[in-house]
């Protein structure tokens, strides 16, 4: 399985590359929108854990990509530390696998089952 890492905080990236290596997961990274495209074109990439702190409308954007390019759309997308409505993303929010996750409120045990579950559902 393969991780897109979309975080700019490299404190955040490192507690989702420790969890995740936990799990064998190969992991690629991007510390903007832009960058996370670039990756999605140069791997194979299996799950996207989005950071919720970009702006809305940057996430919106992100999202409209990926549900209009056929080889992404039933990519699964865990959306962390958002702190705004999800309505806030438009209708965008409910057309794409998206999925939304705060380790405040969740173990990242939670986490680990979430993103299972995700992988195998969409293999």
Known sequence: MTVLL?????????LYH??????????????DIA????ELINHDINLILLDGSYKPAEISRFLNIIHHKPDWQSLPIILTNYH????????IAHDCNLHHFSLITHS???????????TINSS
Do not use: F, W
């Open 6 to 14: 979309v975080y700019h905080e490299k404190q955040l990236r490192q």
């Open 18 to 31: 420790d969890l995740l290596k936990t799990q064998d997961a190969e992991i690629t990274y991007a510390e």
């Open 35 to 38: 960058s996370a495209l670039l």
């Open 84 to 91: 705004h409505s999800i309505a806030e993303l438009g209708d």
């Open 108 to 118: 990242p045990d939670q986490l680990l089952q979430l993103i299972a579950k995700l």
